[in-house]
């Protein structure tokens, strides 16, 4: 089986609310609001960007802050999703791309395999993008970069 990327322009505050839909209720419940600033449309493999965003989006779902503010900034350049984090990671941030690793192990009521983010940076590599992992004030912040 051979997977194609096929790029193509991609509505990226379209697909995004398609994904948020999906975590709609887990968003509700832990009362966390959503917000996104600016559009953009970008060259890329929609399966992939899908995959991407839903990985990222359940990340927030999982481990923001309850009653926070997710924030996405999108441009033509880059993608930027931030939140406030339910808790400390116990390891540098760029270690988190890495198959298997968690930033908290002692984190209590959250289920993940520590391969959310390591898909992410897949996704990236095949596509050409880049990724940066932040924390900055108890911010968690996931910058994707859209340049070839």
């Keep these: 089986y051979r997977f194609v990327i096929k790029n193509e322009d991609i509505d990226l505050n379209k697909l995004i609310g398609q994904v948020v839909d999906r975590y709609r209720v887990e968003l509700e419940n832990r009362d966390i609001e959503c917000e996104i600033s600016g559009n953009a449309v970008i060259n890329a493999d929609a399966r992939l960007m899908d995959i ?23 441009n033509t ?34 289920t993940g395999n520590g391969l959310g983010l390591s898909i992410v940076k897949k996704v990236l590599d095949l596509s050409g993008f880049t990724g940066d992992i932040q924390i900055e004030d108890g911010w968690f912040v996931v910058t994707i970069a859209f340049k070839r």
Excluded: F
Excluded at 53 to 63: E, G, H, I, R, S
Excluded at 78 to 96: K, T, Y
């Design 77 to 110: 350049d880059s993608l930027v999703i931030s939140n406030r984090m339910d808790g400390e990671i116990s390891c540098d941030p760029s270690e988190l791309w890495e198959p298997m690793k968690k930033g908290n192990s002692a984190r209590t009521g959250h």
């Design 52 to 74: 991407m965003l839903d990985n990222l989006v359940m990340n927030t779902a999982k481990y923001a802050l309850d009653s926070s503010l997710v924030k996405r900034a999108v």
